[in-house]
């Protein structure tokens, strides 16, 4: 995620944030959800294989969520007529709640069904990023 944060300025005059916004969720997700099915797969015959796709999953979903959460936050900040400390402590406090019911809903998800079932939850999350794209365009 560091190695995201700190180079995705390098695409931006190339790209718009919008844009990038919405192909690296896409990206995200999708490569996310792909390395859970494929690591299921492939867990039963070999472990180590299964645990290096989990990783490549992660890693890439990490790479290509690294930026949105500073984008939406400046896009806030951007659109409110609040001061930057009022728009942050807002969205601060919308972040806990949101995880914590989040982190509730994963968790049962698991216990009642399983862990591969409870890992759908975030990575279909990432690929609705697309339809919150369109507050990107003010930044």
């Known amino acids: 995620m560091i190695f995201g944060r700190f180079t995705v300025h390098y695409l931006v005059p190339r790209f718009s944030l919008e844009r ?3 192909h690296a969720s896409l990206l995200a997700g999708s490569s996310f959800l792909g390395s859970v099915f494929l690591a299921r797969s492939v867990f ?60 509730w809903v994963v968790a049962w998800t698991a216990q009642a069904t399983s862990l591969t079932i409870g890992l759908l939850i975030p990575g279909i999350l990432l690929l609705t990023v697309p339809f919150f794209a369109k507050a990107l365009k003010s930044v």
Request: hydrophobic letters at 55%; aromatic letters at 8%; a positive charge.
């Open 20 to 22: 990038l916004a919405v």
């Open 44 to 103: 039963a015959t070999n472990q180590d294989m299964a645990f290096l796709v989990i990783c490549i999953g992660f890693s890439l979903a990490g790479l290509g969520s690294s930026f949105l959460g500073p984008t939406f936050m400046a896009a806030a900040n951007t659109r409110s007529k609040h001061p930057a400390s009022v728009v942050i402590g807002h969205i601060g406090v919308a972040n806990i709640i949101l995880a914590f019911i989040l982190k």
